[in-house]
């Protein structure tokens, strides 16, 4: 596709589930980020890849939280033990290099229960 | 984490009037952008900004860096329905990754 693709759009887990959501970048794009929006904020940058290599995951607010990017190009963002406060909407966004602008995609919108 | 202030944080105006918003923080930024977001949608840039006092127009939208590093207005000339929408405030310390800091956002709705 043209634009950043998140799947799912929408997620509802319960209290305690293990969650993945997925982010395929821009075809080329090198540079991929996670971001987290909660209701009536801006995002909150979560993790930077550069290639297959996280190169600042110092947004990752605890050790629940992980993502890879194995191959760089499709990013997984994993949530272990989720808790009702992880419920936010989820972006990702790529860049063609890490110094240009982004491109964000629609979002997961997370619902725990 | 941090988060920049920007206000207000609604604005109800009517069609074809002018709107302005502004956005401060205690740190310095090098970077200021400002970015437009429909709902269920991810965020949109609309201005960068590089250079401290630097004005920078695209269309009907004006944006200016402060002279202070630590904050930056948008403007935005006679309103249409399509402006409807969040805009957001950002801004990044250093040269390279997009590692941005927002504002909470101002919330623009136009009556026609």
């Known amino acids: 596709g043209a634009g950043v693709s998140q799947t799912p759009s929408n997620k509802v887990t319960e209290k305690g589930k293990y969650v993945e959501l997925r982010c395929d970048p821009i075809s080329g794009h090198t540079a991929l980020y996670w971001y987290r929006q909660s209701l009536g904020q801006g995002p909150e940058f979560l993790i930077y890849f550069q290639g297959t290599g996280a190169a600042d995951d110092s947004g990752l607010p605890n050790d629940r939280f992980f993502a890879v990017r194995p191959e760089g190009s499709v990013s997984t963002l994993k949530i272990q033990r989720t808790e009702r406060g992880d419920s936010a909407v989820y972006l990702c966004?790529?860049?063609?290099?890490?110094?240009?602008?982004?491109?964000f995609g629609s979002g997961t919108q997370l619902s725990v229960l | 984490g941090q988060q920049l202030n920007q206000s207000p944080q609604s604005m109800f105006i009517q069609e074809g009037e002018d709107v302005s918003m502004n956005c401060t923080s205690s740190?310095?930024?090098?970077?200021w952008l400002w970015y437009k977001q429909d709902p269920g949608e991810g965020p949109v840039l609309l201005i960068a900004l590089y250079k401290a006092g630097e004005l920078t127009s695209n269309g009907r939208l004006t944006a200016q860096f402060g002279i202070t590093r630590k904050d930056s207005f948008l403007n935005i000339s006679a309103s249409i329905p399509s402006d409807v929408g969040i805009y957001f405030c950002?801004?990044?310390?250093?040269?390279?990754?997009?590692?941005?800091?927002f504002g909470q956002g101002t919330r623009l709705t136009i009556n026609p």
């Open positions: 966004a790529s860049s063609p290099t890490a110094n240009e602008k982004l491109f």
């Open positions: 950002a801004g990044q310390k250093f040269q390279g990754a997009q590692k941005l800091v």
């Open positions: 740190s310095i930024f090098n970077t």
